[in-house]
């Protein structure tokens, strides 16, 4: 959430979820109080890096061209 700060924490939580259910996240709940769960990747969660890394130098290279259009 720190790192995604205009995110509601409803809409995280889903997202979370989502990722959960498709396997690309774990999620550990801590019997804490106040509630603590952590989140990893998995097996397949890492395999992404590649498909990730590759849509951010994207973003990066054509960032620019992407905002121009969208305010015409």
Do not use: A
């Not at 603590?36 to 992404?48: F, P, Q, S």
């Amino acid at each position: 959430q720190n790192k995604l700060p205009d995110i509601n924490q409803r809409m995280l939580i889903r997202q979370l979820r989502e990722l959960e259910q498709d396997k690309i996240l774990e999620r550990t709940v801590y019997p804490v109080v106040p509630p603590k769960v952590d989140y990893r990747l998995t097996e397949i969660g890492l395999k992404l890096d590649k498909v990730v890394f590759s849509i951010c130098d994207w973003g990066d290279d054509f960032l620019d061209t992407v905002k121009s259009s969208n305010h015409r």
